[in-house]
């Protein structure tokens, strides 16, 4: 069965230090990954999406992920982040089997301190 | 461009009231939709996925029901409300490859009492 770690379920940082948010993810089968942002009392967002190519993608408010296939890691990345990004994110796969389901991870709430 | 709205924001409900929660999409057709339940702490549980009219799966055996009567229009009911069933709950749409994001509305906050 395919499943999502988000290995930190909270992660303090000071504003404008860098931070990493860890996924790991495992399959059977080829997937497509996506990390997700939430803000307080809203759905959630596209923040990027890996579907083939190059493994480091790039996608908005200046975060990249980088697709490791060997260690199946989709670790979320800014190497300097703002009080406004406080919220939760979440790692999510899309299995490529025909179906139409996408798999969650339980979140990782990101804490931007000033 | 598309849109999802979703609706009512929050609704408190007493055990044992009915449910029915709205969800409907603009700007797109025969787009693949999903009922989604968030739980504090513990992520996003599928709950119904429909992709076409009046076709629609079950994720999760429970007390919560899902209609497509339109094309772009999602309803989630339940006949009798539980207290289990409290949680913030999520309209999405998909186009309808499996590499397609999903777009999520705003969000309903439900409270049963």
């Known amino acids: 069965a395919q499943s999502v770690t988000q290995l930190d379920s909270q992660v303090p940082v000071f504003e404008e230090a860098p931070v990493e948010l860890r996924c790991n993810y495992s399959s059977s089968v080829s997937v497509y990954l996506f990390w997700y942002v939430q803000y307080p009392n809203q759905g959630l967002q596209l923040l990027l999406k890996?579907?083939?190519?190059?493994?480091l993608v790039k996608g908005i408010n200046g975060f990249e992920a980088e697709f490791n296939k060997s260690q199946t890691s989709f670790h979320l990345r800014k190497p300097s982040v703002h009080i406004s990004d406080t919220a939760e994110y979440f790692c999510?796969?899309?299995?490529?089997?025909?179906?139409?389901?996408?798999?969650f991870g339980a979140g990782t709430r990101l804490f931007v301190k000033a | 461009s598309q849109t999802i709205h979703q609706w009512p924001a929050t609704l408190v409900q007493p055990v044992g009231s009915p449910l029915s929660l709205e969800c409907t999409v603009e700007?797109?057709?025969?787009?693949?939709l999903y009922w989604y339940r968030q739980a504090a702490g513990r992520g996003l549980q599928l709950l119904f996925y429909?992709?076409?009219?009046?076709?629609i799966s079950s994720e999760v055996p429970q007390n919560l029901s899902a209609s497509r009567p339109q094309d772009r229009q999602f309803i989630l009911s339940s006949k009798k409300l539980l207290l289990s069933d409290s949680g913030f709950y999520l309209c999405a749409w998909s186009g309808t490859g499996t590499n397609s994001p999903l777009h999520f509305g705003n969000g309903t906050r439900l409270t049963v009492t």
């Open positions: 429909s992709v076409g009219i009046g076709q």
């Open positions: 999510a796969v899309s299995i490529n089997t025909g179906g139409f389901k996408t798999i």
């Open positions: 700007g797109t057709s025969n787009p693949n």
């Open positions: 890996y579907l083939s190519g190059s493994t």
